[in-house]
């Protein structure tokens, strides 16, 4: 037996008018998220079936329909949105209300038959059911977050960056040097700057604890001709050359 | 010893062959002993439905302990939990589908909660982020739309992506309404999609086979497929193809008995659908015109249609998914000939030789870089193939026989039937003809180069093989009335099958240590921490080249604009590999586009996985490459090393430019 009436219609114009308003006042995810995924992936799919007229006779049925419609109509609505140049979150939340607004209107005004599948009654479904679902869903959920954590722990490769950038990059007349420690034990560092093979700048026992960042911006004298940056990180326990990067100071 | 006189002996020897083909017949032939048990009206037993989300929950639990072990290096505990965890996942709900007393709503949710479970098994690999090659090209283009407001923005690393961005316009969406990344509105969007294709699937195999149970089991047979699991599970253009195809082929097989209006719009919502597809992924609008068109022809030959209607109606929309795919890439000047020849020539070219060498008098040439699976993986895979291939023999007759016309006429006089152009059903006709796809995509799957089209070949041939494997297991293995061996067995070899959906997906699908040119194993912190730095330091939008992994985490986490050539007709590849730096790389990167080099050190470790640093058409190395090619760059006047983290090196090349 199915369901005979249009208030399906009227829920969803009133979903998409709260998606509307939703969007333009917050930044929640959550409410955004409640509101806008049904919308895109369900509400407006079945509206468009209403006004179809297309029937289907079980709930799997329509549902999927519905999903494949809405995928449809956003399809559409991401080519008129680029159209009119507003492919913004506000343009996709006018576009999903005039189609669910328009398709509702024009299957009440054609005085379609609603004939929706009827939900299925589960017969035979107890407490413990329930429950056990419940488990599972917790149990699965905690396994997301235990992946989410391990994958967080994962480092194979402990190293220390190390970087210099031009003045294209780091501002008019300086150089930005720059040293990360990546290893899982602070590093102490001693590190030496030269221009055009001439010493420039030292600077002696950087210390630096695991993921801890060091920069230095240095103003550099612009001759007439390009020079060559150099800076190398000596490890201040061998004092042994570490790493060495360079840059090119253009000419004037 | 007496002598035999001659006729004598050929009734012996044609008594011996009788008694010999019979058995085989009888197993292959086309009569029905299934009986309509599922047709009884049965009601869903929670009991068993709440203990296997239960298990599994566990067995996923088991899935994420085994990556977990294997990110810390633990390969014999990944090993044993991932497996377990698969195996619990894989084979309790597949034998309780294919069981013969199942109630259809039953059947219908342990598809969906199979489906959904081996989803998430694929996420939990990378619960944070897309890790697929195709994927960050799909990311890189939703980042792009959603950043510039704007479609059709070109991808440098999918020349066809701008003309196919339905993926990318469908989860900007999602994420401009909601706020969420692209990576939990992409994965949102594939779950879905994941239950829409398995609901559709399910809808248009019973619509065709009339039977719930059949297409319980041929859904679970369609999960074998090789790019069921994964490839199909992508934040790519072909997971939501695939969906629209299975859509608009379901609604197709629902549509065929209404006539009048609701005909018409039923044929309107498939006209929508495949209007979408058009947008969303040539080759599975290449799947719906061969469907829908090899549906229109067989309609066609049908003799005594009681609707000549359907003629037209199948016709009709044969037109649509022809026409439609053909404007849209006349409108975009998409030249997809272009894109997918060069891979279609290869693999042919490749199956070929693999022939040639068979029957050649001379010893094979085996593929020295042809990645190796672990050998149980392997057994699995080639058990599943067997399986499906026996399913296959049994099932593909009595296929034809339930698309013959229902009467008095069975057995060889329902084949005859068929062979006389009278069938029933011509989308169970056509259906049992594409499984005849599978073994030629097997064979494909057996040379390197032919391996991507095997696989592709595969996704839509599955969805023959799904319906006559299901065919044959209900009305040969199982039968009316079955014993229990017939109850267990079948829906034993089931599960194999569906396990080797799993084992012939990927290489290795447990999470690990870094490899070199392996896709998703290459991606770990240091090589995205080292994109990140660029996109902090240097700003987005650098033109960067570097190998194929870094290009990807360059263009994804970094925002560059990362290039596989260094300048027209030079490759990347071509000037990283070379042991000094000629004096035509060196005009190609003074006068290119290219601003930085990444180096990744770590590539002179090992040879690739996957047989390529770069790009899958470079020639095969024997040896890795050398740091010091590498590393050639060093001393070059004009070439400055502006970052080093001891494995990664990034090279300022602007001053060939004389920008700088």
């Known amino acids: 037996m199915g369901i005979h009436s249009n208030k399906d219609l009227s829920a969803a114009c009133a979903w998409a008018t709260a998606m509307v308003a939703v969007v333009a006042v917050t930044d929640s995810t959550l409410l955004r998220t409640i509101l806008g995924g049904p919308m895109v992936l369900l509400i407006s799919g079945h509206v468009v079936l209403r006004a179809f007229g297309v029937r289907s006779t079980s709930l799997p049925e329509h549902l999927a329909y519905a999903v494949g419609a809405s995928l449809a109509t956003g399809i559409a609505g991401g080519l008129v949105l680029n159209a009119l140049d507003i492919l913004t979150p506000l343009g996709w939340a006018a576009w999903f209300w005039i189609v669910t607004v328009g398709a509702s209107l024009l299957t009440t005004i054609r005085h379609e038959d609603s004939d929706l599948p009827s939900w299925p009654r589960p017969t035979g479904l107890r407490l413990w059911h329930g429950i056990t679902f419940a488990i599972a869903v917790l149990i699965t959920t905690g396994a997301y977050a235990l992946a989410v954590r391990d994958e967080a722990d994962q480092q194979q490769f402990k190293y220390v960056e190390f970087w210099m950038l031009p003045p294209v990059n780091a501002g008019t007349d300086r150089l930005t040097i720059g040293v990360r420690n990546a290893e899982p034990k602070t590093e102490r560092f001693n590190l030496e700057v030269t221009l055009s093979g001439r010493p420039f700048a030292i600077f002696r026992s950087l210390t630096l604890a695991p993921g801890d960042t060091w920069t230095r911006e240095i103003p550099v004298p612009v001759q007439s001709t390009a020079q060559k940056a150099e800076a190398r990180l000596y490890r201040q326990d061998d004092n042994r050359l570490y790493r060495s990067v360079s840059a090119l100071v253009p000419g004037t | 010893m007496a002598l035999m006189p001659a006729d004598s002996v050929a009734e012996a020897r044609l008594g011996s062959l009788q008694g010999w083909v019979q058995p085989v017949l009888a197993v292959i032939g086309p009569d029905l002993y299934g009986d309509s048990i599922e047709t009884r009206q049965r009601s869903t037993s929670f009991g068993f439905v709440a203990v296997l989300c239960m298990v599994a929950a566990i067995a996923l639990l088991l899935v994420v302990e085994g990556h977990g072990a294997g990110r810390r290096g633990d390969a014999a505990m990944a090993m044993l939990w991932f497996w377990s965890g698969v195996v619990l996942l894989v084979v309790p709900i597949s034998l309780r589908v294919a069981w013969p007393q199942v109630a259809r709503g039953e059947r219908f949710f342990l598809l969906f909660l199979l489906v959904e479970a081996l989803f998430y098994y694929k996420v939990v690999h990378s619960p944070t982020s897309f890790v697929g090659h195709d994927e960050f090209l799909h990311w890189i283009a939703a980042a792009d739309l959603m950043t510039a407001h704007k479609l059709f923005l070109s991808n440098p690393l999918l020349q066809v992506g701008p003309s196919y961005l339905a993926l990318e316009i469908v989860t900007a969406a999602i994420a401009d309404l909601s706020g969420l990344s692209i990576f939990a509105a992409g994965t949102l969007l594939l779950a879905v999609l994941k239950g829409t294709f398995i609901t559709a699937l399910f809808l248009f195999y019973e619509k065709i086979s009339g039977s719930a149970r059949i297409a319980a089991i041929g859904c679970l047979v369609y999960m074998s497929c090789s790019t069921f699991v994964l490839f ?13 195809c299975a859509l608009i082929f379901s609604i197709e097989a629902a549509s065929q008995h209404l006539v009048g209006a609701p005909r018409l719009r039923a044929v309107g919502l498939i006209v929508l659908l495949l209007s979408a597809l058009a947008l969303t992924h040539h080759l599975s609008a290449a799947y719906a015109v061969i469907y829908l068109g090899a549906v229109a022809v067989f309609e066609a030959l049908r003799r005594d249609n009681p609707l000549r209607s359907e003629t037209k109606y199948t016709a009709f929309v044969a037109i649509f998914a022809i026409a439609l795919p053909l404007i849209w890439m006349e409108i975009r000047g998409t030249h997809i000939v272009n894109y997918l020849g060069p891979v279609v020539e290869e693999g042919v070219k490749n199956l070929l030789g693999k022939f040639h060498h068979l029957f050649a008098d001379r010893p094979v040439i085996s593929d020295a870089s042809a990645p190796a699976q672990p050998f149980g993986m392997r057994a699995i895979t080639l058990f599943a193939i067997l399986f499906t291939a026996v399913g296959l023999a049994t099932g ?68 023959g093989v799904g319906v006559v494997v299901a065919v044959g297991v209900v009305h040969y293995w199982q039968r009316r009335s079955p014993q229990s061996w017939r109850n267990i067995v079948p829906a034993l070899a089931l599960s194999i099958i569906v396990l080797g959906g799993v084992t012939s997906a990927s290489l290795n699908p447990i999470q690990g240590r870094y490899k070199v040119g392996a896709d998703e194993q290459s991606i770990e912190p240091m090589g995205i921490e080292t994109a990140l730095w660029t996109k902090r330091w240097l700003g987005p939008g650098n033109r960067f080249t570097s190998d194929r992994i870094n290009r990807l985490l360059l263009a994804g ?7 596989v050539a260094v300048a027209d007709g030079v490759d990347a590849g071509r000037i990283f590999r070379a042991e000094q730096l000629d004096s035509d790389a060196y005009w190609a990167l003074a006068n290119g586009p290219i601003d930085f080099l990444l180096i990744d050190l770590r590539l002179s470790t090992a040879l690739p996985v996957l047989g390529f640093y770069f790009e899958p058409w470079e020639p095969r190395s024997a040896a890795p490459l050398s740091a010091e090619a590498l590393l050639k760059f060093d001393g070059i006047e004009g070439i400055t090393r502006i970052y080093d983290n001891g494995f990664i090196v990034i090279y300022d090349v602007r001053g060939l430019h004389g920008h700088s």
Do not use: C, H
């Open chain 2, 232 to 244: 199909e599970s992508m934040f790519s253009y072909e997971s939501l193809g695939l969906v629209f």
């Open chain 2, 396 to 463: 593909f007759f009595r296929s034809l026989a339930l698309a013959a016309p229902r009467g008095d006429r069975t057995g060889r006089l329902a084949i005859k039937d068929v062979l006389g152009r009278r069938w029933r059903e011509s989308r169970l006709v056509f259906l049992a003809l594409l499984a005849f796809g599978f073994p030629i995509s097997v064979a494909f799957r057996l040379s390197i180069g032919g391996w991507e089209i095997g696989n592709r070949m595969g996704t839509l041939a599955f969805f």
């Open chain 2, 557 to 563: 986490y970094g925002r560059q604009d990362a290039r």
